[in-house]
C-alpha cells in the first residue's frame, strides 16, 4: 500500500473511529480489476472499500474528503454496503475521471 494513502486514512480512522477495510490492494488480475480497461486505484495500493453504513457512511466521506481523497464511491444498497476512497488524481487516472469526483454503485 502507498504509504501517503496509509497516512492519509489513518487520519480518517482517527476521526471517525474504527474502520472495516473489505478490499484493499489488487493484482491486476483480480477478477474485479480484470473487467477494467485500465488498472484501477487499488492496484496502485492507493484505494480502499470500507465497509460501513448509514450514518457512519457519510461522516467517513466528510472526513474523507478533508484528508486528500480525490475519489470517493458510495455503495449504500443492499448487504454489502461500502465506501471506495481513493488518492488518484487527473495525472494518475489518465482522464477517466475529473478529480475530485464522487460516485455510487
Known amino acids: 500500500m502507498d504509504v501517503l494513502f496509509m497516512s492519509n486514512l489513518q487520519q480518517i480512522r482517527r476521526a471517525s473511529g474504527p474502520l472495516i477495510v473489505s478490499s484493499g ?9 480484470a473487467k477494467k480497461s485500465q488498472p484501477g486505484a487499488h492496484t496502485f ?9 448509514g450514518a457512519k457512511a457519510l ?7 478533508d484528508y486528500g481523497m480525490m475519489g470517493v464511491g458510495v455503495s449504500q444498497k443492499g448487504e454489502n454496503r461500502f465506501i471506495h476512497l481513493d488518492t488518484m488524481n ?14 455510487s454503485y
Not at 495500493?45 to 453504513?53: I, P
Open 90 to 103: 487527473n495525472t494518475d487516472d489518465s482522464g477517466r475521471f475529473p478529480r475530485p469526483t464522487i460516485w
Open 59 to 65: 461522516s467517513v466521506v466528510k472526513v474523507a474528503l
Open 45 to 53: 495500493g492507493r484505494a480502499v472499500d470500507l465497509a460501513v453504513r
Open 25 to 33: 490492494f489488487r493484482c491486476p488480475e483480480h477478477e474485479v480489476e
